[in-house]
């Protein structure tokens, strides 16, 4: 069988307890060998995404503000999973980095696609899978339009892997500088990754009980669909 391309989204990333979920999922079928991960989302309502904080701190450097007191925000949301989950990964270097690249020449697209390196980082530490990144893999022409063709050529590398995790998000320009995708790209990366590994089905898991009726937000406790068809799910999509 061909393998089976998971990828998760923010909110089934943002605590060490949805990590374990996350890893229990990809362990619980074998077939289960390309993960793509989100930067964690919000924990609570009125929480902020890491993407959201990481854009903040290079306003803040920009604006020649103080952007410690959000970097430290960001540590401590990694060193919160780090130390629940007792993962050993150091996470360190990879701050001093940031903070380095802060202080030099901050680039916005480098700041925002940390939260998914980061990420992926921990999670294959977590699940014992390769990280491989996804600047090595995904690649835009200099007007920020995913480069297709040089995409399929180097992203053929992953193949030598028999599992991965790869973080979502970005990729580089022509002249290896980080570029993302719009907010939410974590899923074209699944699916660059689903062809790339010709991907007998792509998951696209997110942290909800099911196909509610109705968006929670706006309806209280709307009730569950029991089942959907396919034509009946791309219609709803559709619409
Ligand atoms: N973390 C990015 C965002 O918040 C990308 C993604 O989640 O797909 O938009």
Request: aromatic residues 10%; negative net charge.
């Amino acid at each position: 069988m061909n393998p089976i391309v998971v990828k998760f989204g923010g909110s089934s990333l943002a605590t060490a307890a949805q990590f374990e979920k996350v890893a229990a999922i990809i362990r619980e079928n074998p077939e289960r060998r390309y993960v793509v991960a989100s930067a964690p989302g919000k924990r609570f309502d009125g929480d902020t995404k890491v993407t959201d904080l990481l854009y903040r701190c290079y306003d803040a450097a920009c604006a020649g503000q103080d952007f410690m007191p959000v970097l430290s925000e960001i540590r401590q949301r990694f060193a919160d999973i780090i130390d629940a989950l007792h993962q050993s990964a150091d996470l360190e270097p990879d701050f001093a980095a940031i903070e380095a690249h802060l202080r030099r020449s901050p680039q916005r697209d480098y700041m925002a696609s940390r939260g998914e390196y980061l990420t992926a980082r921990l999670l294959a530490a977590a699940t014992g899978f390769p990280f491989v990144d996804a600047g090595e893999l995904i690649r835009f022409h200099e007007d920020g339009s995913l480069n297709d063709s040089a995409t399929q050529k180097a992203s053929s590398a992953l193949k030598a892997y028999p599992c991965a995790v790869i973080p979502g998000f970005y990729g580089t320009y022509p002249d290896g500088e980080i570029c993302t995708f719009s907010r939410g790209g974590s899923d074209i990366t699944g699916s660059l990754v689903a062809r790339t590994v010709q991907a007998e089905v792509y998951e696209n898991w997110t942290d909800v009980d099911g196909i509610l009726m109705a968006d929670p937000r706006l309806v209280a406790t709307p009730p569950i669909l029991p089942a959907v068809s396919y034509g009946e799910l791309r219609e709803l999509s559709y619409m």
